[in-house]
């Protein structure tokens, strides 16, 4: 009994240091830290209210409030692997959309190190969301969190080989956003069929304007032709 409540506090005295460490408007922050008069740990977060990503995916969101969302994520996860931390548990039920679209990245109690291994005999993850080379617990780096990152989204960033991932999660972002933007993305190699479908759903109204413009010209001019 003592053992667990040990292995709980020291999991949430370790959050509390990585969350001291990531000051991130997608990333709730520590107000304070203590130790109730028994011994057990506390620590005070800010409130947040809205509804797990998950439960949103059930009731259905539109594919533009999706790619929002995940573009919001990948930017905490950035954040984070910038400051050196893996949070090695990225899933749906993680993620908190708030009452005013805020997008949060919660539970970063499995948070470790990049490049350190998950522990000796230790698997920590969500299985689904957790890379191979995560689930048997060898040394991890950013593609760890790619890869949990893919599950909800690509499956070029859930390639089991961490070399056909993308390498960051901010080159996972950055394909995301091109993607939202109807730029090519690294992910899917165009032939020029669907490079040329992309450019017209991109520059539809574009391409409507020419055409309206070469109908009425090519009317025009046989109409000139006619009367002349």
């Given at each position: 009994m003592r053992s667990a409540a040990a292995a709980v506090a020291a999991r949430l005295r370790a959050e509390a240091r990585v969350l001291a460490m990531l000051e991130h408007p997608g990333i709730v922050p520590v107000h304070d830290v203590g130790t109730l008069p028994d011994g057990r740990l506390w620590y005070a977060m800010k409130q947040v209210r809205g509804a797990r990503l998950d439960q949103l995916l059930v009731h259905g969101i539109a594919n533009p409030e999706k790619f929002r969302v995940f573009e919001r994520i990948g930017e905490a996860v950035v954040f984070a692997h910038s400051r050196g931390v893996l949070h090695r548990d990225l899933k749906p039920q993680n993620v908190?959309?708030?009452?005013?679209?805020?997008?949060?990245?919660?539970d970063w109690g499995l948070a470790v190190a990049a490049g350190k291994p998950s522990g000796a005999n230790e698997v920590a993850g969500t299985p689904g969301f957790m890379a191979p080379e995560q689930a048997t617990g060898g040394p991890i780096d950013a593609?760890?969190?790619?890869?949990?990152?893919?599950?909800?989204?690509?499956?070029?960033?859930?390639?089991?080989?961490?070399?056909?991932?993308?390498?960051?999660?901010?080159?996972?972002?950055?394909?995301?956003?091109?993607?939202?933007?109807?730029?090519?993305?690294?992910?899917?190699p165009e032939r020029w069929p669907q490079k040329?479908?992309?450019?017209?759903?991109?520059?539809?109204?574009?391409?409507?304007?020419?055409?309206?413009?070469?109908?009425?010209?090519?009317a025009f001019e046989l109409w000139r032709s006619r009367f002349t």
């Open positions: 908190m959309v708030g009452e005013f679209g805020e997008v949060l990245v919660l593609r760890a969190d790619v890869f949990s990152l893919g599950r909800i989204i690509a499956a070029k960033a859930s390639a089991l080989d961490p070399a056909a991932r993308y390498a960051s999660a901010a080159d996972l972002a950055a394909d995301v956003a091109r993607w939202h933007a109807g730029a090519a993305v690294a992910a899917l040329l479908a992309r450019h017209y759903r991109s520059y539809r109204a574009a391409y409507w304007l020419i055409g309206t413009y070469v109908v009425l010209r090519v």
